[in-house]
Structures are given as structure tokens and as C-alpha cells.
């Protein structure tokens, strides 16, 4: 085919400009097409900022409609490093005192320090969580135990090494006991414990005053000894365990160290965590419970293979088990943390809590504790420093203020935009992109509807009687005086709003506007549906441009092709003619 700037040559015709109008001629429809587009793209993008707006209405209607959107509640402490508080729409409005006596605490034991990198020892370890009671008397009486046995050995050293006499006498009285100890009902010796007694008062009688002296206070220590021994014994504490745990046993080799005893204990998930600790020449293993609260307490229980469990070497040094002795970790001075439940008073009556938060006592209100109130505070009798945290639970009407708030305004930014597509512009002629538009004009008029309808079930009936007015451009505006006088009329207010009476016409109107949204919304609904049917008639638009533009490309296609063969058809003419023409004129000359 000859080039576009070619057409015509043969012909000696314009052949360009009279394809081009014909062409032209043929998309003539496109224009109505493309203005038809134009308004049809406004319409979609407009009518998806409608779609958003009821959307936003859906979810203010949303916000209002339980009721306790209606009940908010606001709560404070007066002392918010010791107690803080928060309180649900169930909570009662109230106030109280709070003394925190005690926060909740987890068990915390640190081990004796071994050899960095050092083995512990083989072994079995056996952890169970329980309840420590007692451990208090325990430890005191423990520590007394050390003290007289400290006594006791310092009055030993301090007599025998006082004189001769005094070394004499302790070898006698050290002979009269094993000579008292060997006279038996079945081994009769008696006159070898009378002679070793003998032997023994020869050598108390050859004793200084001095020595008789350092005598008393030896022997007076070592029975204070005895006592305390007795007393340690019989203060041993108990241990409860758990009935929702059992124990968890470890196999412990002879070539673990604190880091990988630490790392068993932890994947055994026992309710105990471990940590390693190097202070700098000894590694410790310090064990805290995992939770807080006395039922979170634990005892570690070793078993070693020479069967020495509470002596101070090998994995007794880890265990934790004050009832059997004051080793391992009991060892006397070896700083324990027990585990406890917080105690508090509120209004001056006693609760208790395995966690610092206290959610079950006060319906709907929850308090978390954080310091303690109370110095030496003793609930049977003894010293009390008081300060008392004020705690208050309050109506907070300005979430529900807030929420009728966000609502009007959600509305009247619907009904502001569907009045401004659906008019008509007096002054310039101009209708609005959705004017007469029956779907529009549909939302248009219900949502009038709904605000002026009633609803049955409370005091009030209509937006209006609580303060929620109709303006005359459609909108909604908020009487504050009358919705305060309103919200302060009980619950007649939040029934206004959330009544279900299982009717459109007469629920809340919370209710039916969030119905009327959420359906609109819906698959079917009334905007998804003209949403839908907007975007069809921008696809069939877009189509039919299609179709214009390929017959267009059609006919151009055909009209050039014959134009083509004209321009050929009429060259051979021309050439032909000149051909004739130069004959006759040869013919001519020749004549002549």
C-alpha cells in the first residue's frame, strides 16, 4: 500500500483529507461516548466517597449501639505509683481506700558459689512447686543455731586453751564419756566409768580459778548448743506441693557444670527458671519461680551417687529443701526470697491476691498494685505507718458524648454530599451529577425518614426530645443543653438508642441506622447495587468506544485500499495519455 503522503498522486485528488473525513465521519459517536464517560467516571468517583460516608455512618451507628457505649465508666487513684485502676461498664460508681500490706513475690534462691567452669556433680534433681509454710521460724531459728554452734565452739577453744590442767581435764572428761557410753546393761564396766570419773573430777579439781571459769562458759554453750540444735529441728518448715504440678526429675552428669544444669531446668519447664551467675571468680545458679504468689513456690531435692544429699559438696549444693536441714541453698546467711501472695485492705477489709492485680474483688473494677502502702504493718497488733490510696470509680458521659458526636457528623457528611449531587443549580442551570437519580434520591429519603421517625421504649421518642435537632439544609446539630438534661435522666437516654424491639420502625435509633447501613452495604444492598450498575455502564461505554474506534479503523483500512488502486488505475491513464498525446505530436511533425 503507497504511503499516506503518496495518496492522491495518481489520482491528482486529495485523497488524505477525503479519507480523513469520511473516517471522521465514522466517529462521530465517539464524542457522545466520551462525555458519557467523563460524567459516567465522575459519577463512580463520587459515588465511592458516598459509599465510604455510609460506611463511616455504619460504624458511628455501630459505636452507639450496646449499651455500654451508654455506661462508660472513668476511674482514678490518688497515689499512682502505689495503685492504679481501670473499671468496665459493669463497674458500680464508688469510692474507696486501699492499703497495699504486701505485693505478690516470686521465690528466689541463689546457690553456693563453685569454681568457675567447675562440674557439679552427678546426680538426680528433683523440682516441685508448692506451698512453703514456716520458713520465716526456720531460717531465725537456723541462724540461732549457727550462732551457739559459733559459741559453743569458740568456749571449746578458749578453755583448752587455757593451761595444762585444762587439757588434762578435757582428755579425762573426754575418757569418762566414752567409759559411760561403753557401760551397757549387756556389757557391764562400771568400775572403768567409776575410775575414768574419778580420773576426771582429779583433773577438775586441779583446774585455776580461770579454768573453772572458761569450764561453765564452755559447758554453759555447749547445752545452749543442744537447745538450739532441738529448736532448729523443731522449727522445720513444711512444704505442700502442688496439686496441679508433680515432680519433674532431672538426671544431672558428672560432667555438667552450672550453665548446663541451668539450661536443664529451664527446658524442663518445671514452673522454676535458672540463671548463671559468675561473681567474678565462683559461678551460682540463681532459681526463681516462674509466677508470682505462695502457691508458686518450689523445693529442689538432689540425690547424689555417694548418698551424700546434705553434706556440702557435690549437687546438694543446688538443693533447696529447708525441711530436711539447713544446706545447699538454706545454708544459713544464704539470702532466700519466699514466695507471696499480695495483701491488701480494701476499706480496711483483708484480700489477698497470687498476682499484683486484683480483678475479682470489686465487681467490673480492676487494680494494679505496685508499691506497698504500709510500714511494719502487723494485722494482729504492732506498728503501722498508714497511707491510704484513694481509689474512685466515676460515670464518664463524654464517651457517650463523644460517640452521639461522631454520629452527627457521619450524617450530616452523607446528607450534605447527597444533597449536593442530586440538585439542581438555579442560578447557572446546572444539575448535580446524580440529580434525578431515583437511587440516590432513595438513600436520600431515608435516611430523612429515620431521622425523624420515632423509636418506642424509652422516655424519649424522636432525635429531637434529646437534643438532636434537623436543620433546614437536612443536617443534624446537637442541643448540648438539652442532651446533657437527657443523658443525666437515667438510662432513658442509651434506651433512645439501643432498644431492640425487633422492629425497623420503632428500635433505637442506633439500631436502625446501623441496620439501614450495614444492609446498604451489603451484597444486594442498595449502594453496592448502584455501585455495580455504575461501573457496567462505564464497561459498556467503554466497549461500545471500542467497537466505534474498530469500524472507524475498518473503513479507514478499506478506503485507503481503494483509494490506492485508484491512484494506480488513473497513473496508467495519464501515462497512457501522454503517450498518445507525444504520438500525435510526432505524427504531426512528421508531416509537415
Known amino acids: 500500500m503507497a504511503t499516506i503522503s503518496s495518496l492522491g498522486i495518481g489520482s491528482g485528488l486529495d485523497s488524505e483529507a477525503i479519507i480523513t473525513k469520511l473516517v471522521s465521519l465514522e466517529k462521530l459517536p465517539l464524542t457522545a461516548l466520551q462525555n458519557r464517560a467523563q460524567i459516567e467516571s465522575a459519577q463512580i468517583s463520587e459515588f465511592a466517597k458516598v459509599k465510604s460516608q455510609v460506611a463511616a455512618l455504619a460504624d458511628a451507628a455501630q459505636a452507639m449501639s450496646t449499651s455500654s457505649a451508654w455506661t462508660a465508666r472513668s476511674a482514678s487513684s490518688s497515689n499512682i505509683n502505689a495503685a ?59 541462724a540461732a543455731a549457727a550462732a551457739a554452734a559459733s559459741a559453743a565452739a569458740a568456749a571449746q577453744s578458749a578453755f583448752v586453751g587455757g593451761s595444762a590442767e585444762a587439757l588434762t581435764y578435757d582428755a579425762a572428761n573426754t575418757a569418762w564419756l566414752a567409759a559411760v557410753a561403753a557401760n551397757t546393761p549387756t556389757v557391764t564396766n562400771q568400775q572403768a566409768e ?71 531446668i529451664n527446658s524442663a519447664n518445671a514452673g522454676v527458671v535458672a540463671t548463671t551467675v559468675n561473681d567474678g571468680s565462683q559461678d551460682r545458679l540463681i532459681l526463681r519461680s516462674k509466677d508470682t504468689g505462695a502457691a508458686a513456690g518450689f523445693r529442689v531435692q538432689t540425690s547424689e551417687v555417694d548418698n551424700t544429699n546434705t553434706d556440702a559438696t557435690g549437687l546438694s549444693r543446688f538443693a533447696y529443701d529447708p525441711t530436711a536441714g539447713a544446706y545447699g541453698a538454706a545454708t ?43 510500714t511494719n504493718y502487723n494485722n494482729v497488733g504492732g506498728t503501722e505507718s498508714r497511707a491510704s490510696v484513694t481509689l474512685s470509680v466515676s460515670e464518664d458521659v463524654t464517651v457517650a458524648v463523644r460517640n452521639v458526636n461522631n454520629f452527627i457528623t457521619a450524617y450530616n457528611a452523607l446528607a450534605s454530599n447527597l444533597a449536593e449531587l442530586t440538585k439542581y443549580d438555579q442560578a447557572t442551570k446546572t444539575p448535580g451529577l446524580f440529580q434525578g437519580d431515583a437511587s440516590m434520591l432513595g438513600i436520600q429519603s431515608v435516611l430523612r425518614n429515620m431521622a425523624g421517625s420515632v423509636s418506642t421504649g424509652s422516655a424519649y421518642a424522636r432525635l429531637a426530645d434529646v437534643g438532636i435537632e ?44 446501623k441496620n ?33 474506534n474498530d469500524r472507524a479503523a475498518a473503513v479507514e483500512a478499506r478506503l485507503r485500499k481503494q483509494y490506492s488502486a485508484l491512484d494506480a488505475k488513473m497513473a496508467g491513464l495519464t501515462a497512457l495519455n501522454a503517450y498518445v498525446a507525444q504520438q500525435v505530436t510526432t505524427w504531426n511533425q512528421s508531416k509537415n
Open 516 to 548: 439501614f447501613a450495614s444492609g446498604a452495604l451489603a451484597t444486594g444492598g442498595s449502594v453496592v447495587s448502584k455501585a455495580d450498575a455504575l461501573q457496567k455502564k462505564l464497561d459498556t461505554n467503554t466497549a461500545e468506544q471500542t467497537r466505534v
Open 470 to 513: 434537623r436543620q433546614l439544609d437536612g443536617t443534624l446539630a446537637l442541643n448540648t443543653a438539652r442532651f446533657s438534661t437527657a443523658a443525666n435522666n437515667g438510662t432513658e437516654l442509651q434506651k433512645l438508642f439501643v432498644t431492640n424491639n425487633s422492629n425497623t420502625l420503632t428500635d433505637g435509633f442506633a439500631l436502625k441506622f
Open 194 to 264: 567409776d575410775d575414768a570419773l574419778a580420773a576426771k573430777n582429779a583433773a577438775q579439781a586441779a583446774l585455776s580459778p580461770a579454768d573453772v571459769t572458761r569450764l561453765g562458759t564452755r559447758d554453759s554453750t555447749a547445752a545452749a548448743l543442744v537447745l538450739a540444735n532441738n529448736a532448729a529441728a523443731a522449727a522445720r518448715p513444711t512444704f505442700i506441693p502442688s496439686g496441679s504440678s508433680s515432680d519433674v526429675v532431672l538426671t544431672v552428669l558428672a560432667t555438667d557444670t552450672v550453665a548446663t544444669l541451668a539450661a536443664k
Open 84 to 142: 492504679t485502676i481501670s473499671a468496665t461498664s459493669s463497674a458500680t460508681p464508688t469510692s474507696f481506700t486501699l492499703d497495699v500490706d504486701a505485693l505478690a513475690k516470686q521465690q528466689n534462691v541463689t546457690s553456693v558459689g563453685v569454681s568457675a567452669g567447675s562440674n557439679v556433680g552427678a546426680g538426680t534433681m528433683t523440682l516441685r512447686l508448692g506451698t512453703w509454710s514456716g520458713t520465716a521460724a526456720s531460717t531465725a531459728a537456723d
Open 332 to 374: 544459713v546467711g544464704n539470702q532466700v526470697q519466699t514466695a507471696e501472695n499480695a495483701k491488701a485492705r480494701i476499706n480496711g477489709l483483708a484480700v489477698t491476691s497470687a498476682s499484683n492485680t486484683l480483678s475479682s474483688n470489686i465487681p467490673g473494677v480492676t487494680i494494679n498494685l505496685l508499691a506497698t502502702t504500709t
